[in-house]
């Protein structure tokens, strides 16, 4: 008896219960949240990283042609511009090419670099390397990083960077060109107009005058051939996207 009782009991409340709320309208809001939670809700963004890897000619304190490594990666972050300088002193001409070749790099690739952090690292065996004589390569090695692409690692490239993707003039080019090469490269990339440089070779004349012998010297122009003297293919380049052309794959 006691049991059928409480049947009853459960029964009634089930009745009652039913009667004052819609259990249907109590299911549709509760999907209705549930999707709008589903929605809104912004999911963390993947974060994205590359590395990039090119090698650059350069000269080092003696006037002598080395390679150094160039290290791009870029990663999700605060849109920071950042520098390893655990083997290398960054000179202030080379932080201003740096910098230089992140705003071009941002132009070209039409990438919003807010929430992006670039990293720069040089590696070199080099005790010390300076000038912006790299701009031209950092400028492409962070448009590669930025786009993940890959790139043509038997092409090297010298020049400075400007601010409208131009790439300007360096010295030593013979002696890049030569380190290029040493290194297994096949096409080397440098400014307008460098692809020969000028020497002047002096020229010694002499006439005897009686005892005395008189000598003068003259300065003759002597054009080289880099690709020529060197033994690689030389091409000249007056802009970023000319060189991207050769370097990316």
């Known amino acids: 008896m006691e049991k059928i009782a409480l049947v ?6 089930l009745v009652v219960f039913l009667s004052v709320f819609n259990v249907s309208d109590i299911m549709t809001n509760l999907f209705q949240t549930t999707t709008t939670l589903s929605t809104t ?12 890897y090119l090698k650059v000619p350069a000269v080092d304190e003696n006037g002598n042609g080395v390679v150094t490594k160039l290290v791009v990666e870029t990663q999700s ?15 202030i001409d080379t932080q201003y090419s740096i910098q230089t070749a992140q705003r071009v790099a941002a132009n070209i690739s ?6 992006i952090d670039i990293i720069y ?13 790299a701009g031209a390569a950092l400028t492409i090695a962070t448009i590669a990083a930025l786009e993940n692409r890959n790139l043509n690692e038997s092409v090297m490239i010298t020049g400075t960077i400007n601010p409208d993707g131009s790439i300007g003039p360096i010295g030593a080019v013979a002696e890049k060109a030569q380190a290029s090469k040493d290194v297994g490269a096949t096409l080397f990339l440098v400014p307008e107009g460098q692809g ?5 070779k002096p020229v010694q004349s002499c006439k005897k005058l009686g005892p005395i012998t008189y000598c003068t010297t003259k300065y003759e ?13 030389v091409k000249e380049v007056s802009t970023v996207d000319e060189a991207l052309k050769y370097f990316l794959i």
Do not use: H
């Open 8 to 13: 009853l009991i459960v029964l009634i409340f």
């Open 41 to 52: 809700t912004t999911l963390p963004q993947k974060i994205s990283f590359n590395i990039v």
């Open 77 to 91: 972050g605060q849109g920071r511009v950042l520098t390893d300088v655990n083997n290398l002193l960054f000179w």
């Open 110 to 115: 039409k990438i919003n670099l807010t929430d």
């Open 121 to 133: 690292a040089i590696e070199t065996n080099a005790s010390l390397i300076e000038g912006p004589s």
């Open 196 to 200: 020969t440089e000028v020497n002047y």
């Open 221 to 233: 122009t002597e054009k080289i051939d880099i690709s020529e003297s060197v033994g690689i293919t």
